[in-house]
């Protein structure tokens, strides 16, 4: 596998555009009833033209057989090796919304929850609060200082909140305090190198004085933190590509993402059709889009597999107006399965197809996971994408003399 | 690929149970006369079945091209990289019988042989003699001291035996005495490192000491010695993956590999239908079962294309009685081919399926080297197969946020 180093020294900035579509948790499992995964359910007449087109195989974006979170699996999408570079849920949280990190800022991702009376949590969501009853409670909790640290809590969205603390001599190797699971007790933070035991006193005395806080906000009584992480340093995709990259997201973390290897975040609605406005309008101003359609994944994670499904026709009808702009590269594939069978992540290898005028098309007729399985580049890992889409974007040189 | 230390932070302990059943030398090659290779020529109903329910492939156990070892390919099976974990032969000989190697001891594969009396060795396995005669003659030598060193000679099985070197300052560099063929003198022990070279010396004195010893026993008149290991440092499969693993297995190689990565293993008959009733006898007690067929690999080295057939066939039939047991998760494949054309292990990928109840079945519909190259899993690294097997029985958490 060709490393960052390597390629950086072969590609080259041109003209041709390429659209890397995202669809969250894509794969799926079989139905039970029908034998169909949810995209063999659904009606795609334009992804499977594009099949038809192009190339295909399964992607395993981080290992065969490991279920990939959000973020490694969106890195490796990005070329990025998932089991090198890392970044921590509370920096990619903090940049979802747009907050302005600084140098040695800690940032966790933070829910609201309902604790009872013997300090077992009950709802690690508390009933999925409004966002705008989120944001009343990080006002409560923001502006604490613990110590010389300073506390910025900021909400993201439902139940979710971000907490950074800024102070000297932070640093971020911490344990959790949710426990993942209702039913016990939040957990005390411990730090996991020497160096953090400032931060983990800190940060526990924060989480005490929350809960103090929040003691009469039932069902809203307690915070859970988990993912501290501080601002990691990823090469750029303009510096490794060559490329001036965008972003349409419209969900925070994604856009956090996006950030970190250096693409341009669009403002963008939320729905299908409006991301794909989004891109129509900037289409002249970038040579790299990567989109990010949600609503997938959310609905395997939900079980729901008709709503996945029909979610996936959306994709369908919408992808008129990509193909009518005629980038020189279409990816479709996505991070990771959802199988609305197991309402979660899946480590299944995911869906992937590539058009371009120069591709050499394989015999896959149709998008599926079935299909793919089949297609000319077999089953491959997620670090190739960005190669191919930039080798057939015509923007590398040869390797080597 | 995802290393040890990376799988460990997502690994859990279930009551789910996973069931690798390993039929030694099993890829083959198409006879002339049918086209059809050993595995496409039995009829194997069951591991058709298996195969058009669950998940196929082509397995390289090391590396493509490469043709492996025993020991480097169960490593690989059990999820070790062989091309960075080694476990020398003498030590898997020693520990195949319950041999207790202490810290510092060397154990060499050995054998009794016969010499003409040129020096030529003209028969390396001396008519593959009984196990009897075999402990008679490792009484003859056990107990040999050389300067301080001590030698424990123990037989193992027909014309081999195991000779542990126990003494101070002794390092397992060091060369083979066996030659690996017929018609060729014996080799001088030589130090490969410069640390190794008083144990080089001793070895050589030793095996002047048993040449003399066993002159008069033609045509058991002389001893090849190779293999010299150290006990090694594995991570233990209870650690790395959170299994309660056990072995079953005949042969004594085997149970030593197994043992060298902290299986426990079981005491079983040793035909096919024995060791599956010791996987009944002791379903409840282990989560990870290693199952070790040896007839497929025996008649393949013999050049026996219908034997191997045959014996493939018993497989299947005996199959019944361990699918009965319902184990979420059966893998059947092999630690490399043996194809009774090349009487020999051989470097072509072996034929893989995984069955299991979250497996998205492909489009495999019966279990042979040709149909497994259009699975769904493609051409893939034996090191795969654990972390499939763990997240197939849903033993994996999610990696990264």
Known sequence: MIGLDQIKDITRSTPSKIVLLVIDG?????????GKTELETANTPNLDRLAKEGICGLVDTVSPGITPGSAPGHLALFGYDPLKFTVGRGVLEALGIDFELQEGDIAARGNFCTMDKNGIIT?????????????????????IKVDDVDLLVSPVREHRFVVVFRGEGLEDELSDSDPQRD???????????????????????????????LADHYPTNMVLLRGFAQYPNLPLMSEVF?????AIAAYPMYRGLAKVVGMEVLATGSTIQEELETLAQHYDSYDF?????????????????????????EVDIAL???TSLNPDVIIVTADHSTPALLKGHSWHPVPFLLRSNWCRPDQVQEFSEKACSSGS????????????????????SKFGA
Request: charged content about 25%.
């Open 26 to 34: 894509l794969g799926g499992l079989p139905h039970p009833e029908t």
């Open 123 to 143: 709802d690690r969501r508390a009933g999925r609060i409004s966002t705008s009853k989120c944001t009343e409670l990080c006002q409560l909790l923001d502006g």
């Open 183 to 213: 039913g016990m007790p939040t957990k005390e933070v411990v730090p996991l190198a020497t160096g953090a035991a400032r931060a983990a006193h800190i940060v526990n005395k924060f989480i005490a004085q929350a809960k103090a806080t």
């Open 242 to 246: 060559k490329l001036k990259p965008a």
């Open 289 to 313: 889009f990567f989109i990010h359609i949600k609503g997938t994944d959310s609905a395997g994670e939900d079980g729901d597999f008709d709503r996945k499904a029909g979610i996936i026709e």
């Open 320 to 322: 008129a107006s990509l």
């Open 377 to 396: 580049l077999g089953r491959f890992l997620a670090t190739n994408i960005m190669p191919l889409a930039l080798a057939n974007a015509q923007k590398l």
